[in-house]
């Protein structure tokens, strides 16, 4: 029911975010955007229905989105379920034969259902696979003593290009196939930035628990270059799990991305924000 009785600030306040959100609109009109949702950033039924929203109303105004997605922690609590041990070396889990099996069900299986029956419910249509699917993401081993954890190689993003033609999202779980039938587990923002790198995207949205990158002072820095993040990092200012982000993003502005968002993913509506407001969210990275 049209509400004109209760007019007041608050929907005067709603009709101009839609109407300043207009050339940001017009600017993400056919744009690629890539955005890796990580394990620790989904959170409950009503965070990742609110995600959801927001990827469906992406796709609503012309944009391309590609979710890539984690699921670390869901990974963990499936092994420890089947008393495998696990362990992780440089942010790497350590995958053997069993290892992998769990992976791929946790994440092809769990994980991707649940992110794709989440936005379609919201009126979306995704379409949920893996690096293996139409020869997306070919790996080679990244390390002998990691076992079957691979490193992106050779990348096919015909698949997705033909899902974004027929209006469908794709969303997609971080596996990929060995050149001699192995599957492979891949870190996530690597095959995150694996697959931005190959669209040529115009923005990959990194969503994580913290709210960006910050400055020796602890303030989040909202604009910075990759000479910069390589200054921060020189000096320890960049540490920790921040550094996988950080080498993710300048690796994927190599290969090609115009741009890339390390965000909080918990922020609620933290994609819109970043798209299509004058605020933004989290740091910006670009050449
Ligand atoms: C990750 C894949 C999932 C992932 C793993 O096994 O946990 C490797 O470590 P998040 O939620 O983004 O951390 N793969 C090789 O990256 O999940």
New binding site residues.
């Given amino acids: 029911m049209r509400k004109q009785t209760a007019m007041n600030r608050d929907w005067i306040a709603t009709a101009r975010t839609l109407s300043e959100a207009l050339p940001y609109l017009q600017r993400y009109t056919g744009a690629i955007v890539v955005i890796?949702?990580?394990?620790?950033?989904?959170g409950d039924d009503a965070e990742m229905e609110s995600f959801a929203r927001d990827v469906v109303l992406m796709r609503q105004v012309g944009v391309n989105p590609v979710v890539v997605?984690?699921?670390?922690?869901?990974?963990?609590e499936m092994l420890a379920k089947l008393g495998v041990k696990?362990e992780?070396v440089h942010?790497?889990?350590v995958?053997d034969a069993a290892?992998v099996e769990v992976?791929e069900m946790v994440?092809s299986g769990r994980v991707n259902k649940r992110i794709v029956q989440a936005i379609n419910d919201q009126g979306g249509r995704a379409v949920g696979l893996s690096g293996k699917d139409g020869g997306l993401m070919t790996c080679d081993q990244?390390d002998p003593e990691?076992g079957f954890?691979?490193t992106p190689a050779e990348m096919n993003p015909k698949v997705l290009h033909s899902l974004f033609e027929a209006g469908f999202i794709p969303v997609v779980a971080?596996?990929g196939a060995g050149r001699n039938g192995e599957t492979?587990?891949?870190?996530?923002?690597?095959?995150a930035g694996a697959i931005a790198a190959a669209l040529k995207a115009d923005r990959l949205l990194l969503l994580t628990d913290v709210a960006g990158v910050k400055d020796s002072s602890g303030e989040v820095v909202t604009e910075l270059t990759p000479d910069h993040i390589r200054d921060l990092t020189e000096q320890g200012v960049v540490a920790g799990g921040m550094i996988p982000k950080t080498e993710t993003a300048l690796a994927a502005i190599a290969g090609g991305v115009r741009a890339v968002v390390i965000l909080d993913g918990r922020a609620p509506n933290a994609c819109l924000l970043e798209l299509f407001t004058d605020h933004g969210a989290g740091s910006l990275i670009r050449a």
């Fill in positions: 890796k949702f990580g394990g620790h950033a989904m997605h984690g699921g670390g922690p869901m990974i963990n696990s992780f942010g790497k889990r995958t290892t992976v994440l990244t990691l954890v691979g971080p596996l492979f587990n891949v870190n996530g923002d690597t095959a």
